[in-house]
């Protein structure tokens, strides 16, 4: 069986080469010239050939585009365009170098450091101001279109090299409008970062993300995973009943003003929660005071080189050698680390983060889930502040931190565990 022939033109981009493929997409790097003949390249984001005959997949694709196509935002990934060529509808989104926001999570807990306060409180800031963006948006006619992303986590959010932050992924958004079913039974979003109405599969509004994004900064101040547990069974029944502990506990010189955001943003009740987006930005950003602010991009940057040093390099040689091509070869040219373009489009049913919910015949006593009392107590680690070669005093309301979580055979696995045969996944 021969394989079907690759696109060599999208919209106005040459395609160049093959650089991901997975799921229901196949994700190729296209150059285009602008009016002024400036050339320019994007990520484009194609149905795979033998999905294109699945008119759900085909639907979701279209929603997504119809979506991205209104978003624009400067802490969201940015679309240049999307459409149909011949028989392919494509994505053309923006080329992002850096890394996701887990990965730095998770190369501190390996490195035994800690984020600062008032860089954590930013950067989640930025995201809240890109979620109340997305909330508010409307259509032509001015009519709401209630847009939840419904998958706000550390591995959407994107820190580039030059120190942007970037919400992604609106692959599973919910719109007034969205054509494309989900599956009976399937609840969308990681399972360890979803508000307990989404879990319960009651009905749910923009403060879901909320929600999210305050499981996320948590998890950012104290180095620690909330609700994630060794099943994903024991896992939907802490985000349902666990005791949110408060981080005063657990990190030496927490801030107070912190820890409030963090109480409202986790409100199990979501009448008791944060009504938009923006009231959890504004707090915020009050704990950053402006001269800080203007250089936390700088201080990002710098985070980035320290904790992943030469890659940078690495990813802008791949950039350049594969931008360079002028004949497009067979084989994929895979990115040296995942771009968010890359990130596979699944359909319900495959997307790991699209999950089944457990029966409540299934669910675990509430003595099986730890209480906050016998967590263990932080212990003193480096600071992450001292690893770039920049020198920024932390401002006096947000300090940085004096410790962190204890040794790392005593925390929980950030590692996500071994795919299971069964449709609930993270």
């Given at each position: 069986?021969?394989?079907?022939?690759?696109?060599?033109?999208?919209?106005?981009?040459?395609?160049?080469?093959?650089?991901?493929?997975?799921?229901?997409?196949?994700?190729?790097?296209?150059?285009?010239?602008?009016?002024?003949?400036?050339?320019?390249?994007?990520?484009?984001?194609?149905?795979?050939?033998?999905?294109?005959?699945?008119?759900?997949?085909?639907?979701?694709?279209?929603?997504?585009?119809?979506?991205?196509?209104?978003?624009?935002?400067?802490?969201?990934?940015?679309?240049?365009e999307n459409g149909v060529t011949g028989d392919r509808h494509f994505i053309a989104m923006e080329l992002l170098i850096g890394r996701t926001l887990f990965d730095v999570?998770?190369?501190?807990?390996?490195?035994?450091?800690?984020?600062?306060?008032?860089?954590?409180?930013?950067?989640?800031?930025?995201?809240?101001?890109?979620?109340?963006?997305?909330?508010?948006?409307?259509?032509?006619?001015?009519?709401?279109?209630?847009?939840?992303?419904?998958?706000?986590?550390?591995?959407?959010?994107?820190?580039?090299?030059?120190?942007?932050?970037?919400?992604?992924?609106?692959?599973?958004?919910?719109?007034?409008?969205?054509?494309?079913?989900?599956?009976?039974?399937?609840?969308?979003?990681?399972?360890?970062?979803?508000?307990?109405?989404?879990v319960m599969q009651f009905p749910y509004d923009r403060r879901a993300d909320i929600f999210m994004l305050g499981t996320t900064l948590w998890e950012l101040v104290t180095?620690?995973?909330?609700?994630?547990?060794?099943?994903?069974?024991?896992?939907?029944?802490?985000?349902?009943?666990?005791?949110?502990?408060?981080?005063?506990?657990?990190?030496?010189?927490?801030?107070?003003?912190?820890?409030?955001?963090?109480?409202?943003?986790?409100?199990?009740?979501?009448?008791?929660?944060?009504?938009?987006?923006?009231?959890?930005?504004?707090?915020?950003?009050?704990?950053?005071?402006?001269?800080?602010?203007?250089?936390?991009?700088?201080?990002?940057?710098?985070?980035?080189?320290?904790?992943?040093?030469?890659?940078?390099?690495?990813?802008?040689?791949?950039?350049?050698?594969?931008?360079?091509?002028?004949?497009?070869?067979?084989?994929?040219?895979?990115?040296?680390?995942?771009?968010?373009?890359?990130?596979?489009?699944?359909?319900?049913?495959?997307?790991?983060?699209?999950?089944?919910?457990?029966?409540?015949?299934?669910?675990?006593?509430?003595?099986?889930?730890?209480?906050?009392?016998?967590?263990?107590?932080?212990?003193?680690?480096?600071?992450?502040?001292?690893?770039?070669?920049?020198?920024?005093?932390?401002?006096?309301?947000?300090?940085?931190?004096?410790?962190?979580?204890?040794?790392?055979?005593?925390?929980?696995?950030?590692?996500?565990?071994?795919?299971?045969?069964?449709?609930?996944?993270?």
């Amino acid at each position: 069986m021969s394989l079907p022939e690759r696109p060599k033109r999208l919209g106005p981009y040459d395609v160049i080469a093959k650089i991901a493929g997975g799921g229901m997409a196949t994700i190729y790097m296209g150059r285009a010239k602008d009016a002024n003949g400036v050339e320019r390249v994007a990520a484009i984001k194609v149905i795979r050939h033998e999905m294109t005959r699945n008119e759900n997949v085909v639907q979701m694709f279209i929603d997504e585009a119809t979506l991205l196509a209104r978003l624009s935002h400067p802490n969201i990934s940015r679309t240049l365009e999307n459409g149909v060529t011949g028989d392919r509808h494509f994505i053309a989104m923006e080329l992002l170098i850096g890394r996701t926001l887990f990965d730095v999570w998770e190369e501190l807990v390996a490195r035994k450091l800690s984020l600062r306060f008032d860089v954590a409180a930013w950067i989640c800031a930025r995201v809240a101001s890109a979620l109340h963006y997305a909330h508010e948006l409307t259509d032509e006619h001015g009519t709401p279109l209630a847009v939840i992303h419904r998958d706000v986590n550390p591995s959407n959010i994107f820190l580039t090299y030059d120190g942007e932050v970037k919400l992604f992924d609106f692959g599973l958004a919910k719109t007034v409008g969205r054509r494309a079913k989900s599956a009976e039974g399937i609840v969308k979003g990681k399972l360890p970062y979803l508000a307990p109405e989404q879990v319960m599969q009651f009905p749910y509004d923009r403060r879901a993300d909320i929600f999210m994004l305050g499981t996320t900064l948590w998890e950012l101040v104290t180095m620690r995973r909330l609700f994630k547990r060794d099943d994903d069974v024991e896992t939907v029944k802490a985000v349902r009943t666990f005791p949110v502990p408060d981080p005063r506990r657990l990190v030496q010189g927490f801030p107070d003003a912190l820890a409030t955001i963090l109480t409202k943003a986790l409100e199990r009740n979501r009448e008791h929660r944060y009504a938009t987006a923006a009231d959890m930005a504004r707090d915020l950003d009050a704990l950053v005071s402006p001269a800080i602010a203007a250089q936390i991009p700088g201080i990002i940057s710098a985070i980035l080189d320290a904790l992943f040093e030469g890659e940078r390099a690495k990813q802008m040689g791949w950039l350049r050698t594969t931008q360079a091509i002028r004949t497009m070869p067979r084989v994929t040219i895979p990115p040296p680390v995942p771009v968010p373009a890359v990130r596979d489009a699944q359909t319900d049913s495959q997307r790991p983060s699209a999950s089944r919910q457990p029966s409540a015949s299934k669910q675990p006593s509430a003595s099986k889930i730890p209480s906050a009392s016998k967590l263990p107590s932080a212990s003193k680690i480096p600071h992450a502040s001292k690893l770039p070669p920049i020198s920024v005093p932390p401002p006096r309301s947000v300090p940085p931190p004096r410790s962190v979580p204890p040794p790392r055979s005593e925390r929980p696995s950030i590692r996500p565990p071994p795919p299971t045969p069964s449709k609930l996944r993270r």
